[in-house]
């Protein structure tokens, strides 16, 4: 059987892996053997697609996870930790709601499913699968989807039972979404254990600063029926009252941050209008979030003062006008103590390739991660062996396409502010630029995404609307390859017009 035998109260710490960030560049670069396996005892690797025309399983990055042996260097880990459990993810927010919304809608079609997820999980050898449906009823999806959602789970259940794995969810946290898109009860019934995205409940789309994970509402939220959603401890709330065992609701906490830039620096608290996201980090190169690390960099370059919100619980930081909204080792260890007062069954980090791994800021090494691990269990993790050589290749990596965070459009009408309770990649795609010269002209963005470099058609840049481009934001394709805008990946030259 999968299910596991609960001993204990918070005794799971959940870590999402974003497997993308073996293409970025010098210090935010994070490969598998990066992760230090005695934190966390699940680990999720992201992601794995749905192919629509067959509602079957597909691969999001084969040269990642199949040339390069992603999948085989990340179930490794069990060599230097035999007691982690080990899973895939499918979903996010790149892959919408509309495929997974008909797989779910027939049993034939779940089937084929099914079929080919417990294929791919046995063939590579992980202890389960998490499903991160980006979000049923909504996106493209239907409202049918609250009812064929539980069927898929309940389906997947019966299967997995029979095959021993793991059964897992990513959810949405406001309450919103429990009127829209989850039947909690009926979900409560078929999963291992839920992770609660329980973050990016503010940031740059809102207007105006405002916490990522702020632990509880502001004063001036407590009145709105609305504002008093955007916090973790109402967020967990709902789930519990909406019928979810506390031991199977794993909370989410970020290894990640929001920034925004101010309208004005005359004002730079909690709620001040603002023009837009904050300016975009040297590895994650996404305007208005920033990993742990970059955020601790930049700290430890100096600039920026650091203020604690003791009603929210959260610290945010000003550097003239970009602020930052992000978790420290104090906020962490105050949200730990919270799920382990509510009996919760752990905590879930998004995500390990956002932290401090290196030690680099002088946080110690996985700084939140490690945290986290500690709050939970008291003590500091086992030892683990040393870390398996990494392979070598000498070909250039192909860019994938990696999941961006969005506001979401909800079925509750909401004020000029809006949210989105999803867990975030937070990174795009990365590399070292293969040459030194510099493009002609000045190249203005058309829109936001991956753009073909108009002087190479094996070259493409990181877009932001309207903006020039960066040229320390251009990434080459391997050699044969035209990176295709239709797509957004580097496909075979003969396929893509140019």
Known sequence: MAREKVECVSNKVVCYYGSWATYRTSSGKYDVEDINPSLCTHIIYTFVG?????????????????????????????????????????????EGSATYSSMASAAVTRNAFIDSVVHHVKTYGFDGFDIDWEYPTL??????????????????????????????????????????AYNVPEINKYVDFVNLMSYDLHASWDGQTGHNAPLYPASWEVSSSYLNQLNVDACVRGWLDSGLDPDKLIMGVPAFGHTFTLASTSSTGVGVRTIGGGNAGPYTFESGTLSYLEICERFKAGGYTKYWDDVQKVPYAVNGNQWISYDDVTSIELKVAYAKNKKLGGVMVWSLESDDD??????????????????????????????TVKPTTTTTPKPVTTTTVKPVTTTTVKPATT???????????????????????????????FKRDPTNCGAFYQCYPGQPVNYAWRLLCQSGLYFDEASSTCNWSFLVSC
């Open 50 to 94: 749905l192919e629509g025309s067959t509602n079957l399983l597909k691969i999001l990055d084969s040269y990642a996870d199949i040339s390069l042996q992603g999948y085989k260097r990340f179930v490794n880990l069990k060599q230097r930790n035999p007691n982690v459990k080990l899973l895939i993810a499918i979903g996010g927010w790149n």
């Open 419 to 449: 949210t989105t309770t999803q867990k975030p990649a937070v990174t795009t795609t990365t590399q070292q630029p293969a040459t030194t010269t510099t493009p002609s002209g000045t190249l203005i963005c058309p829109s936001s995404g």
């Open 139 to 180: 996106r493209g999806g239907s409202p049918d989807d609250r009812v064929n959602f539980i069927s898929l789970l309940q389906d997947m259940r019966t299967r997995f039972d029979k095959e021993g794995l793991l059964l897992t969810i990513a959810v949405a946290a406001t309450s919103d979404y429990l009127r829209s």
């Open 358 to 387: 290196r030690n680099l800021c002088g946080g110690g090494p996985h700084t939140i991660g490690t945290t986290v691990y500690n709050a939970v269990f008291g003590s500091s993790p086992p030892p683990t062996s040393p870390t």
